[in-house]
């Protein structure tokens, strides 16, 4: 695909570390954007296809606050702006989605996010773009100082990881969907659990994890053909979510045998397999019933921004943009990290050159809408 001359955000963001951003409103999303985005991010949630009105009653509306800074510089061809170090383009529309371990007690105890997760819909390249945080990246989070990427949750809910994921990317997030543990589980049993191809070594992790939380009784230990490297096995709502938490690990619940490799990077790569593994078999498998029905069971368990009048104009033809192409990538990027220690000796992730970090992001979620620097990771090229 050619070039676009004059399409290009110019990415130079030594100074955004450090910066709490006032947003602006965002308007003028165009109609097909809109269904993409609902399509998607419900397919991501387990909930499918929204197509009556009247169903959306059952999710969690929970606005946050608008927090985008005020626009400096607009290239009205590209409909690409660029806001002080923040990108944003009308084609791309940035969700930002959330695993919450738990939820708090309290008003203001907003429990942990185990998963933090980009979703960036492009229209312009039709594509579905998955980005993974690793959560010990240690970050400057607003108002509190440094410290792990997956903290701000914890202090400030999804409005301050939002605003942290901003100030130390650069990239614009316009919506959000938060799901917890337990609704994970619900969600993906209403879904008549999930095939996926695993290893024997992650079989024997989410027995492992069976036996050593028992429970037995809640759900089944998975049969094993140790003849077979990797094997297409039938998930339920606790086994996906031990498969999707998997990060190896030495003598778990104490018992020596149950050793497994791994680490967090491979955590983030399964659980964007498995947010893949679900959209395709729905897009394959499920009908428009099967959807609604869908979406009646599981509102409850979804919490979100997205309004009801951003997806009255949601239709039949989202299927078409369930078909775009899925790229997927991890942050931070080699070689542009190092494992360190906080004072009160915690392992982190350090990023040692942000600007090629930010580029890296920016360039896979906008592509050849960016200029500037040079990327150290690259996409592919659409036709």
């Given at each position: 695909?050619?070039?676009?001359?004059?399409?290009?955000?110019?990415?130079?963001?030594?100074?955004?570390?450090?910066?709490?951003?006032?947003?602006?409103?965002?308007?003028?999303?165009?109609?097909?954007?809109?269904?993409?985005?609902?399509?998607?991010?419900?397919?991501?949630?387990?909930t499918g296809m929204v197509y009556y009105y009247s169903v959306l009653d059952s999710l969690n509306f929970q606005e946050i606050e608008n927090t985008k800074p005020t626009t400096s510089d607009t290239d009205s061809d590209a409909n690409t702006v660029k806001t002080d170090s923040l990108i944003e383009n009308s084609h791309v529309l940035n969700i930002l989605l959330f695993g919450q371990d738990a939820?708090?007690?309290?008003?203001?105890?907003?429990?942990?996010?185990?998963?933090?997760?980009?979703?960036?819909?492009?229209?312009?390249?039709?594509?579905?773009?998955?980005?993974?945080?690793?959560?010990?990246?240690?970050?400057?989070?607003?108002?509190?100082?440094?410290?792990?990427?997956?903290?701000?949750?914890?202090?400030?809910?999804?409005?301050?990881?939002?605003?942290?994921?901003?100030?130390?990317?650069?990239?614009?997030?316009?919506?959000?969907?938060?799901?917890?543990?337990?609704?994970?589980?619900?969600?993906?049993?209403?879904?008549?659990?999930?095939?996926?191809?695993?290893?024997?070594?992650?079989?024997?992790?989410?027995?492992?994890?069976?036996?050593?939380?028992?429970?037995?009784?809640?759900?089944?230990?998975?049969?094993?053909?140790?003849?077979?490297?990797?094997?297409?096995?039938?998930?339920?709502?606790?086994?996906?979510?031990?498969?999707?938490?998997?990060?190896?690990?030495?003598?778990?619940?104490?018992?020596?045998?149950?050793?497994?490799?791994?680490?967090?990077?491979?955590?983030?790569?399964?659980?964007?397999?498995?947010l893949e593994t679900i959209m395709t078999s729905l897009k394959e498998e499920a009908s428009l019933t099967d959807m609604v029905e869908i979406v009646n069971e599981i509102g409850p368990l979804v919490t979100t921004n997205l309004k009801k009048n951003d997806i009255t104009f949601l239709v039949s033809n989202c299927m078409t943009y369930l078909n775009y192409d899925m790229d997927e990538m991890s942050?931070?990027?080699?070689?542009?990290?190092?494992?360190?220690?906080?004072?009160?000796?915690?392992?982190?992730?350090?990023?040692?050159?942000?600007?090629?970090?930010?580029?890296?992001?920016?360039?896979?979620?906008?592509?050849?809408?960016?200029?500037?620097?040079?990327?150290?990771?690259?996409?592919?090229?659409?036709?």
């Amino acid at each position: 695909m050619a070039k676009h001359e004059n399409d290009f955000v110019d990415i130079n963001s030594s100074s955004q570390v450090n910066k709490v951003y006032k947003k602006k409103n965002t308007k003028g999303r165009v109609t097909r954007t809109v269904v993409l985005v609902m399509s998607i991010i419900m397919l991501l949630c387990g909930t499918g296809m929204v197509y009556y009105y009247s169903v959306l009653d059952s999710l969690n509306f929970q606005e946050i606050e608008n927090t985008k800074p005020t626009t400096s510089d607009t290239d009205s061809d590209a409909n690409t702006v660029k806001t002080d170090s923040l990108i944003e383009n009308s084609h791309v529309l940035n969700i930002l989605l959330f695993g919450q371990d738990a939820h708090g007690s309290g008003e203001n105890d907003f429990g942990r996010s185990d998963t933090i997760i980009l979703l960036s819909l492009d229209n312009l390249h039709k594509k579905i773009k998955l980005t993974s945080f690793q959560r010990d990246t240690y970050v400057t989070i607003p108002g509190y100082g440094d410290g792990k990427l997956n903290s701000a949750f914890s202090l400030g809910g999804v409005p301050l990881s939002v605003q942290m994921i901003e100030a130390n990317f650069g990239i614009s997030v316009d919506k959000y969907a938060c799901v917890d543990f337990s609704s994970f589980r619900k969600i993906i049993n209403v879904l008549g659990g999930v095939d996926i191809e695993l290893s024997i070594d992650e079989i024997e992790y989410i027995n492992a994890q069976i036996d050593v939380n028992n429970q037995e009784n809640k759900t089944d230990f998975l049969e094993c053909d140790y003849s077979k490297e990797t094997q297409v096995v039938h998930l339920d709502g606790y086994q996906a979510l031990w498969y999707a938490r998997n990060r190896g690990a030495d003598s778990l619940g104490g018992i020596s045998d149950y050793s497994f490799s791994g680490d967090d990077w491979d955590r983030t790569q399964r659980q964007r397999k498995l947010l893949e593994t679900i959209m395709t078999s729905l897009k394959e498998e499920a009908s428009l019933t099967d959807m609604v029905e869908i979406v009646n069971e599981i509102g409850p368990l979804v919490t979100t921004n997205l309004k009801k009048n951003d997806i009255t104009f949601l239709v039949s033809n989202c299927m078409t943009y369930l078909n775009y192409d899925m790229d997927e990538m991890s942050l931070p990027t080699e070689p542009n990290w190092k494992y360190g220690k906080t004072d009160d000796l915690q392992s982190v992730i350090v990023i040692t050159d942000w600007d090629a970090v930010r580029y890296d992001l920016a360039s896979f979620v906008y592509e050849d809408l960016v200029t500037g620097g040079t990327a150290s990771t690259t996409t592919s090229t659409p036709e």
